[in-house]
Structures are given as C-alpha cells and as structure tokens.
C-alpha cells in the first residue's frame, strides 16, 4: 500500500497569513492526489483533485502542486474559516490512502 | 443535485455484525464511471478507506480488512450496503459514504454524507 505522510502535523497561523501543507508519498503518484479540508464534527469537503485542479466552488486562495512523490497545498492568505484539519488522498492505486492529518488552528 | 446519508445502529456489542446503509440521490450506480465508497474516522483519528462499488459491479477492499467486509448495492433503491462482521471496540468510529468516479483509476471523493457514529461496546 502506498503510504501518505503529512508535514507539519500541526500548525498555528494567522488571519492573512500564507500556509503551506506538504505530502509525501511513498512511490510516485503521478498526479492522482486530492486534498480535503475537515472541519470539527463535519465530513471531508474536497478543494483540490488531480494534485493542482481546484474543485468547482472553492476559493482560489487555496491551490495545489507537485507530482510524483511531493505535494503541497498552498492557502495564500488564511482566512478565519479555513482554520481545519486537512488531509491528502492518494489515488493511483488500491488500497486508496490518506495522510494523517494536518491541523491549523489560530496562533 | 448529489446527497448521500448514511443509517444504521449507533450501538452494536463486540463480535456483532454491522450493516450500515448509504441512501444517496443526484445521480445512478447504473450510470457508467460512478461510484460509492465508504470511509471512517475514530475518534481523533485519521480517515481509513474501508471499500469502493462501481456501476459495473466492480468491488474494491481495503486489504486490512477484507475478510470482515461486504459491499452492495442496489440500483433500484439507490443504496449501498456495507457489511462489517466481527465488530470490536477499535471499530468505533464515524462512518461515512462518498460519491466517486472512476476515470480510468481510482477516483477521489467529490460528495460526502453528513456520516454515523458507530459505538461498539458491550
């Protein structure tokens, strides 16, 4: 099974602050990496699929890159609803996978 | 519009099995490409992909656990039935079904249910 690990576990941001997520998996992926964002008590929504392709309604503040084995989620300036846990999923392959979890909470 | 709702008991004992119903509405598993799938959270924990039906009937298992798990649907009723036997505490978790497609490879999760937490203790 492909393994995802996140970077960092945790962070704490400020409003207008420019956030970076990183995910790495364990044999290249192509492009076939999506990135959710979870809030307490709520399902995953979905913001970016095919590693950089934003989902239709999703603030362009957030955006993806990367390929193969490194990807990242950008939020360009973090605004007060985007404080969340935020997951990477892999695709490529069975099992599909996610990372542990990235929370961002408010500095 | 795509809606998915999951139902099923809040409260099975250890070495029970779960049945757990998807109901969904906005689109058709006869529909080619489509998919559902199941996820779950423990508590605090990550998400774990547990299963994956598409339109062709094409079934899909997480390999930790598929000795314990069924997946099904039924087009006419537009659900999707997931089957865990053998429960045990480290079950307990939020279950939720998402909507998927495939395109050629395995596909992501675009629609979630709001998901249920399934409690196992005795």
């Known amino acids: 099974a492909i393994q995802l690990t996140q970077s960092p576990s945790s962070l704490s941001a400020s409003v207008g602050d420019r956030v970076t997520i990183t995910c790495r998996a364990s044999q290249g992926l192509s492009s076939a990496l999506a990135w959710y964002q979870q809030k307490p008590g709520k399902a995953p929504k979905v913001l970016i699929y095919d590693a950089s392709s934003l989902e239709s309604g999703v603030p362009s503040r957030f955006s993806g890159s990367g390929s193969g084995t490194d990807f990242t989620l950008t939020i360009s300036s973090l605004q007060p609803e985007d404080f969340a846990t935020y997951y990477c999923q892999q695709f490529n392959s069975y099992p599909l996978t996610f990372g542990p979890g990235t929370k961002v909470d408010i500095k | 519009q795509i809606t998915l709702k999951e139902s099923g008991p809040t409260l099975v004992k250890p070495t029970q099995t779960l049945t757990l119903t998807c109901t969904f509405s906005g689109f058709s598993l006869n529909t080619t490409e489509v998919g559902v799938g199941w996820v779950r959270q423990p508590p605090g924990k990550a998400l774990e992909w547990l299963a994956l039906i598409y339109w062709d009937d094409d079934k899909r298992y997480s390999p930790s656990l598929k000795s314990r798990l069924t997946i099904t649907k039924d087009t006419s009723k537009n659900q999707v039935v997931l089957t865990m036997t053998n429960m045990d505490p480290v079950d307990t978790a939020t279950y939720y079904c998402?909507?998927?497609?495939?395109?050629?490879?395995?596909?992501?999760?675009?629609?979630w249910g709001q998901g249920t937490l399934v409690t196992v203790s005795s």
């Open positions: 998402a909507h998927s497609r495939w395109f050629g490879e395995p596909g992501y999760f675009d629609y």
